[in-house]
């Protein structure tokens, strides 16, 4: 998850807060950003879980799409239903090749006149060059470079937050819409990556820091890490792009069909079409599944899966200890006749065979206001 910090490393408009609350920066997708605070990420996962946590995602890239015609543009580059989408309510997508390979998965919502992306901070430059790339005459992509993006995970996420916002606490899960909190004109997602209620709040960068601080000061907020927004998304069952899903992997594969809109399905007209009606048709080679290793020892990423004759089947590409498991749990891709739950496997760490078993996910509930 955390890369050297030997290059030039991006700040976001927190970078200074970060600093001051004791934050252990490190290099992340070309930024510094605070994989723990001095609570420790233990702590800070196990307070996103009973009350309300925050963190910095402003590394993300956000962007808009405008111009008649440009849901049906986005359309021509992702399986998801763009067109179908309501006003005010947003989704989960992915960006696919024409081989069927994820480019990159991301969130887009209706916001009335535009539709507003966030994509992820490692790939943003390529999304955002190949969304432009195949835009047609008279729609335009406008980046939102000047713009943080903060995360309030949590149940005590909004109910803390709708004092300052009225209406918020009237979100569904996916509700978007726009608030203007304090003078700060913000736009507020019911949505997040650790598998908790929450928001996620894009706020001009030059009022991020103190609208930040305002955050923390509400009751039963505190600053969380990368190392925390990995467990927790993790125990969510929730791929991280470049580990769980890739240019090599499908959405058949990562089991996310749920994100191929129905319409999209009878069409048959967006980038790999033809691998993934294969797959669904056919079954695909292998399946991402979760693992959960016997004993206390985590099996990381890269980890090789084998089956009960040593044969290698598979890959761990996520793993680590669940704090509010208990345990450790992973995810990984496995061939197609090992999926099933409860499936033995042996997770070969440092040499040596780990006993494990597939298990459904996400490990942790989700606990999403629908």
């Not at 420790?40 to 996962?45: C, K, L, R, T, V």
């Not at 992306?117 to 729609?139: M, T």
Request: with cysteine.
């Amino acid at each position: 998850m955390v890369e050297s910090q030997s290059e030039s490393l991006a700040e976001t408009p927190l970078a200074a807060l970060h600093r001051e609350l004791g934050g252990r920066m490190v290099g992340f997708a070309g930024y510094a950003l605070p994989v723990q605070y001095p609570a420790g990420i233990m702590a800070e996962h196990l307070h996103c879980r009973s009350a309300a946590a925050l963190f910095d995602v402003s590394h993300m890239g956000q962007a808009e799409l405008r111009g008649e015609g440009a849901a049906a543009a986005l359309e021509a580059l992702t399986p998801a239903d763009v067109a179908g989408l309501k006003p005010g309510r947003q989704r989960y997508g992915l960006l696919t090749s024409a081989s069927g390979g994820i480019l990159d998965d991301f969130m887009f919502a209706n916001l009335g006149d535009r539709i507003f992306l966030v994509v992820n901070a490692s790939r943003k430059e390529h999304d955002f060059g190949h969304i432009a790339a195949h835009l047609p005459q008279g729609v335009t992509l406008h980046r939102h470079e000047d713009r943080a993006l903060l995360a309030l995970q949590g149940p005590g996420a909004v109910p803390a937050l709708a004092a300052l916002a009225p209406g918020l606490a009237a979100f569904s899960f996916m509700g978007i819409g726009s608030f203007d909190i304090g003078g700060v004109n913000a736009i507020i997602s019911r949505s997040g990556y650790t598998g908790e209620d929450g928001v996620e709040i894009s706020v001009p960068a030059d009022q991020a820091e103190a609208f930040a601080r305002r955050l923390l000061a509400l009751p039963g907020v505190m600053p969380a890490g990368l190392g925390a927004r990995d467990s927790l998304r993790l125990e969510a069952g929730l791929c991280l792009y470049g580990s769980d899903i890739d240019e090599t992997t499908s959405a058949v594969e990562a089991g996310l069909v749920w994100s191929i809109g129905k319409r999209r399905r009878m069409e048959w007209n967006f980038p790999g079409a033809d691998r993934v009606r294969d797959e669904l048709a056919n079954g695909p080679k292998r399946l991402r599944v979760g693992i959960r290793p016997e004993g206390r020892q985590p099996a990381r990423g890269h980890t090789p899966i084998a089956g009960a004759d040593g044969a290698v089947i598979g890959e761990v590409t996520s793993g680590g200890f669940g704090p509010s498991v208990g345990a450790p749990v992973a995810m990984g891709y496995v061939a197609r006749p090992f999926a099933e739950d409860g499936s033995a496997l042996d997770l070969m760490v440092r040499g040596k065979a780990v006993p494990a078993r597939v298990a459904p996910m996400p490990f942790t509930p989700h606990r999403y206001a629908r």
